[in-house]
């Protein structure tokens, strides 16, 4: 996974601490990058990707061998391909055969026990044929209508959309959670402005351009009180001093507590079967409110992570919110409500400590 922070990009020593999002190796670092998207330990919601229902596509001649370097419309199909298999989680196609396009290649041949070359021959196209589509005139122009970044049934993603949507001078309603008609208007006439087709879908291409012309509006800005506890949870003794995120693995919650008094406790989801979530004591060490991730090839946000052990963060989770204790992380620790997941991130800061147990 490779992840970054659109509007101003991470710190320089962040590619080599990249290794902060799921619970995975080093390598996932190379792989969550600009917001307006990664896929952290989960599927995007509300997917809505031109041709996702469509058939693969059958073996067919292939005019020449791909390879690195070279510049041809056939490699930007074959991105859009690779994109459609999982491999390659970029924004946007182009024509040139880059080293993450050659590194996508390889990974592929390796899963089909194919000889990993990283030059795409008939063999190895006809096998990527089968797992992909055929590429849509907006794929290939890279004006399709992708996830949205966050699902509009996120009443605190849609007030900070709103907000952000107000500082561009596109919408003057109520900053309330609803996302209504004048909403909708507002992001189609947004993507008109930047280049992009008219649609009420807020995705990635469309979200990071405005997170970088906007300012992100302050817990304060939209909502009056913090969020309310729906439930407790048995701290551990750790977390009786000082500022702690107190993170249950057993009762499967998380709690915010200073000085021994519990501010909130909402739900959390950990690691689906074969992961592991690292249980003890830890600093957080970095945080990033613009998270995405793509370790999987696909790119999914994580907004409002929080890393406290390697590659391992606290962060809201759309797939949480969707499909509940359903699915999991590769080790993080999630959140289902956007609302609760920006307000514990305005409260904590570098070197506060996380106690998961």
């Given at each position: 996974?490779?992840?970054?922070?659109?509007?101003?990009?991470?710190?320089?020593r962040a590619?080599?601490?990249?290794?902060?999002?799921?619970?995975?190796?080093?390598?996932?670092?190379?792989?969550?990058?600009?917001?307006?998207?990664?896929?952290?330990?989960?599927?995007?919601?509300?997917r809505?990707?031109?041709?996702a229902?469509?058939?693969?596509?059958?073996?067919a001649?292939?005019?020449?061998?791909?390879?690195?370097?070279?510049?041809?419309?056939?490699?930007r199909?074959?991105?859009?391909?690779?994109?459609?298999?999982r491999?390659?989680?970029?924004?946007?196609?182009?024509?040139?055969?880059?080293?993450?396009?050659?590194?996508?290649?390889?990974?592929?041949?390796?899963?089909?026990?194919?000889?990993?070359?990283?030059?795409?021959?008939?063999?190895?196209?006809?096998?990527?044929?089968?797992?992909?589509?055929?590429?849509?005139a907006?794929?290939?122009?890279?004006?399709?209508?992708?996830?949205?970044?966050?699902?509009?049934?996120?009443?605190?993603?849609?007030?900070e959309?709103?907000?952000?949507?107000?500082?561009?001078?596109?919408?003057s309603?109520a900053?309330?959670?609803?996302?209504?008609?004048?909403?909708?208007?507002?992001?189609?006439a947004?993507?008109?402005?930047?280049?992009?087709?008219?649609?009420?879908?807020?995705?990635?291409?469309?979200?990071?351009?405005?997170?970088?012309?906007?300012?992100?509006?302050?817990?304060?800005?939209?909502?009056?009180?913090?969020?309310?506890?729906?439930?407790?949870?048995?701290?551990?003794?750790?977390?009786?001093?000082?500022?702690?995120?107190?993170?249950?693995?057993?009762?499967?919650?998380?709690?915010?507590?200073?000085?021994?008094?519990?501010?909130?406790?909402?739900?959390?989801?950990?690691?689906?079967?074969?992961?592991?979530?690292?249980?003890?004591?830890?600093?957080?060490?970095?945080?990033?409110?613009?998270?995405?991730?793509?370790?999987?090839?696909?790119?999914?946000?994580?907004?409002?992570?929080?890393?406290?052990?390697?590659?391992?963060?606290?962060?809201?989770?759309?797939?949480?919110?969707?499909?509940g204790?359903?699915?999991?992380?590769?080790?993080?620790?999630?959140?289902?409500?956007?609302?609760?997941?920006?307000w514990?991130?305005?409260?904590?800061?570098?070197?506060?400590?996380?106690?998961?147990?």
């Amino acid at each position: 996974m490779h992840f970054s922070r659109p509007a101003h990009g991470l710190p320089v020593r962040a590619a080599a601490l990249a290794t902060a999002l799921l619970g995975l190796a080093p390598a996932f670092a190379a792989s969550v990058a600009q917001t307006a998207s990664p896929a952290d330990d989960t599927a995007p919601a509300a997917r809505v990707l031109a041709g996702a229902a469509r058939p693969f596509s059958t073996p067919a001649p292939l005019s020449q061998s791909l390879r690195y370097r070279m510049h041809s419309p056939d490699v930007r199909e074959l991105q859009i391909r690779l994109r459609h298999a999982r491999y390659l989680a970029t924004h946007d196609a182009h024509d040139e055969f880059n080293v993450l396009t050659r590194e996508a290649v390889r990974k592929f041949q390796q899963d089909r026990g194919l000889r990993a070359t990283g030059v795409v021959d008939q063999q190895t196209w006809n096998d990527l044929r089968t797992h992909s589509h055929e590429p849509t005139a907006a794929e290939l122009n890279n004006t399709d209508v992708g996830p949205w970044f966050v699902a509009p049934t996120q009443p605190g993603y849609v007030m900070e959309l709103k907000h952000r949507l107000r500082q561009v001078g596109l919408y003057s309603g109520a900053l309330s959670g609803e996302f209504d008609d004048a909403t909708r208007q507002a992001v189609a006439a947004w993507r008109k402005r930047i280049g992009l087709p008219a649609s009420e879908v807020m995705d990635e291409r469309t979200w990071t351009p405005l997170l970088r012309r906007t300012r992100n509006p302050r817990y304060a800005d939209l909502f009056g009180q913090p969020p309310a506890s729906t439930t407790t949870q048995q701290l551990d003794a750790r977390c009786g001093t000082g500022k702690v995120v107190c993170i249950s693995k057993r009762e499967r919650k998380m709690s915010y507590v200073v000085d021994g008094q519990v501010r909130f406790t909402r739900e959390a989801r950990f690691a689906m079967p074969g992961w592991d979530s690292p249980e003890g004591e830890f600093r957080i060490w970095y945080m990033n409110s613009d998270t995405v991730s793509k370790i999987f090839g696909e790119r999914t946000p994580m907004p409002y992570a929080i890393f406290y052990q390697g590659n391992v963060a606290i962060h809201f989770s759309q797939d949480f919110a969707d499909k509940g204790y359903g699915g999991g992380s590769h080790g993080c620790s999630q959140l289902r409500d956007y609302q609760v997941a920006k307000w514990l991130y305005e409260q904590v800061k570098v070197g506060d400590r996380v106690v998961v147990y």
